[in-house]
């Protein structure tokens, strides 16, 4: 039975913040795409009609106590490796990749969804096999274990991009979790060596990645194009920024993908570096707010869920914001809340859901 008392702990500032990014990545949609002619229903549209959806799951997912998950976390995670390996057997294949398993009435994209489960798996492990010293390397194989299983299925997709936030994610839970000094290095050193050995192991387009971030100019018309269209684009905008549907990059359609990857780049040349700092504001409070949320919340599942849902969010910001400057490869993050994508808009608000839900029962009834 539903607590109407919840309801005056509703984290409205939240929802706030959320629909005030959501609202700007709209109109920066529409500025993109408005000299787009397309038969059938604009992007920006289509965007406003999934944030509508996002916002209804939001508020579903509040509806139940969060802490049913905890004895729910590990069904899920069995679920969606499943479905992991069903999109390399069955799936669908889109430009060389295969990500999708088609629903007929939508495409669902498994790894998108992993990014949830693992946070709330991972809650649930480190809620019950707490250590008040930190963890050690032979009480952190369990965890690391059960995130090598998706990575390692989302990397053989592949999505390169996908994996690495999925391990970010975990791996931030870990370190909020407790690791001991001793084992912190450890696990450095054997990251470096596996980054290292890793290199043998990507594709031949991802290693192309990376010799463009290194050096983009070396096929400026092919594989830099991307980035250094990007850049451009960035800069241009000055201080002050060339003015709303006023930027060239994305006008005169030089610059690519600016619906989706690169989003930011757009709003950054027509707002300049004023209108990009008052988006990273928004960005940075979500994120402050959300630690806020989870220093706050009744229980350790609840702590680790927040900082799960928190890292998510940072993580994505990071390495799209990152990719656009050119300060990392191309890798296809988006941007949680503005770039284009009904599964990215749908799992960013579920992650929105579980803060909101954290946030209400903050206090125990």
């Known amino acids: 039975m539903f607590d109407r008392r919840l309801l005056t702990h509703f984290d409205w500032v ?24 397309t038969g059938g229903t604009p992007v920006y549209i289509k965007q406003i009609y999934w ?59 498994p790894s ?21 010293f930190g963890h050690n390397l032979k009480e952190l194989l369990p965890p690391f274990s059960l995130l ?28 909020f979790s407790g690791i001991q000094k001793l084992t912190f290095i450890v696990l ?25 971030f290194l050096n983009p100019e070396r096929d400026p018309l092919g594989s830099g194009y991307h980035i250094i269209q990007s ?12 003015g709303f549907m006023k930027g060239t990059q994305s006008q005169l359609s030089f610059l690519p993908e600016r619906h989706t990857d690169f989003a930011f780049s757009v709003f950054a040349e027509e707002w300049g570096f004023v209108g990009s700092m008052g988006l990273l504001a928004l960005y940075l409070l979500i994120i402050i707010w959300g630690l806020y949320i ?31 400057i050119g300060l990392l490869p191309v890798v296809g993050v988006p941007l949680p809340l503005f770039s284009y994508g009904g599964t990215s808009m749908v799992t960013t608000m579920i992650g929105v859901g579980l803060l909101l839900n954290v946030s209400m029962r903050r206090f125990k009834f």
């Open 188 to 212: 450095s050193v054997l990251g470096v060596a596996g980054a290292c050995g890793g290199w043998f192991l990507l594709h031949d387009y991802q290693r192309e990645r990376i010799y463009t």
């Open 112 to 132: 998108e969804v992993m990014k949830i489960v693992i946070i709330i798996t991972l809650a649930c492990h480190f809620n019950r096999k707490g250590h008040a």
């Open 294 to 324: 989870a220093r706050r919340a009744a229980d350790k599942f609840g702590m680790f869920l927040a900082l799960g849902v928190v890292a998510m969010l940072f993580w994505h910001i990071v390495v799209n914001l990152g990719m656009v």
């Open 231 to 242: 850049k451009i684009a960035v800069g241009s905008g000055g201080f002050w920024g060339k």
């Open 148 to 175: 090598a299983v998706p990575v390692l299925l989302i990397m053989k997709q592949p999505d390169l991009g996908t994996a690495m936030l999925v391990v970010f994610i975990g791996m931030t839970i870990a370190l």
């Open 51 to 109: 944030f509508g959806l996002g916002i209804a799951i939001a508020l579903a997912v509040c509806v139940f106590d969060y802490r049913h998950l905890e004895y729910m976390g590990f069904f899920f995670y069995g679920v969606n490796v499943f479905l992991l390996v069903g999109v390399l057997l069955f799936g669908k294949t889109t430009m060389g990749a295969t990500r999708w398993i088609d629903l007929g009435f939508f495409n669902l994209q």
């Open 14 to 37: 939240l929802l706030g913040m959320i629909c005030l990014v959501a609202s700007i990545g709209i109109v920066n949609l529409y500025s993109a795409t408005g000299s787009w002619e």
